[in-house]
């Protein structure tokens, strides 16, 4: 269009579309379950070995975890975060 051809508009998306397609992708990566599942996973076979073997992290359920529900091992034990 014209306007575009002087510069007063551009093809470009505009910066609060480009924010809240961030903001959505990051909230639906977040509330994925099986993501947070292979985060806890990685957590275990990375940080606890360099950790010494000092935290406890528990184990996943993998049969019983999908996108919505995450089942893990209990541990008894004190909350940290209250």
Same mark, same amino acid.
């Given at each position: &269009?014209?306007?575009?051809?002087? #510069?007063?508009? &551009?093809?470009?998306?505009?910066?609060?579309?480009?924010?809240?397609?961030?903001?959505?992708? #990051? &909230? @639906?990566?977040? +509330?994925? @379950?099986?993501?947070?599942?292979?985060?806890?996973?990685?957590?275990?076979?990375? +940080?606890?070995?360099? +950790?010494?073997?000092?935290?406890?992290?528990?184990?996943? @359920?993998?049969?019983?975890?999908?996108?919505?529900?995450?089942?893990?091992?209990?541990?008894? #034990?004190?909350? +940290?975060?209250?």
């Amino acid at each position: &269009s014209t306007l575009m051809f002087v #510069g007063v508009l &551009s093809h470009r998306k505009q910066f609060d579309v480009e924010l809240i397609d961030c903001f959505a992708k #990051g &909230s @639906y990566a977040e +509330l994925d @379950y099986c993501n947070e599942a292979m985060n806890q996973e990685m957590f275990i076979q990375e +940080l606890v070995p360099r +950790l010494n073997n000092r935290i406890r992290v528990p184990e996943v @359920y993998r049969k019983f975890t999908s996108r919505k529900v995450l089942t893990t091992e209990w541990i008894d #034990g004190e909350q +940290l975060a209250k």
